[in-house]
């Protein structure tokens, strides 16, 4: 139960930058965007290099996707694949 609320406010987390970075309006500020909003937020696992940037009826859309490994015990993992956007 608590890696998955771990996970999911992790998730949330990188969402919410993605919806802050779509303001901007070139590749270089949106991945600046996101990536300052990566270093208050402390996650890792996405990076401004690793969004996929759009254009949807004139607004930015930030896409992006990622995996999680969460060690269970022994040889046991527990893996979130994830993915997401600013719209």
Known sequence: ???L???LSYYQAITKAAKRA???TTLPTVRAAFDRSRS??????????????TKEDDRVVVSFSYQREVPLGGP???????KGNSK
């Open 76 to 82: 046991v993992f527990l893996t979130f694949k994830l």
């Open 1 to 3: 139960g608590d890696v």
């Open 5 to 7: 609320l771990m996970d």
């Open 40 to 53: 208050i937020d402390d996650f890792t696992s996405v990076m401004g290099k690793d969004l996929e940037i």
């Open 22 to 24: 779509s303001s901007e």
